[in-house]
């Protein structure tokens, strides 16, 4: 039980850190792309290859200050001036 109870703890953690360094961008904040280097995915909640990329693109995240970037993610549902004013045709894409 406590081995469960710790890989519970360890497992929240993970995921924590992986969502605590992507940002998510919107119509207000897209701005800060223009500052440092950006890797950017659009997406949509119900695009299949987009659910399938979150898991690498949250675990890409997690390595971003390693790799002295910035990730982030824009969703397109929510967002749709965005997928526009970066030409997106197809999703997922990355920028």
Sequence with gaps: M????LSVITLIS??????RNLI????????DILRGEWMVEFHAPWCPACKD???AWHAFAD???DLN????????TVN???SGR?????????Y
Excluded: H, M, Y
């Design 14 to 19: 993970v995921c924590q850190s992986a969502n």
């Design 24 to 31: 998510t961008l919107n119509e207000e904040t897209w701005t």
């Design 2 to 5: 406590r081995a469960i109870l």
């Design 86 to 94: 970066f030409l997106v045709t197809a999703l997922p894409t990355i």
């Design 53 to 55: 990329l979150q898991k």
């Design 80 to 82: 749709p001036g965005l």
């Design 63 to 65: 390595w971003s200050k």
């Design 69 to 76: 970037i910035n990730v982030a993610e824009v969703d397109v």
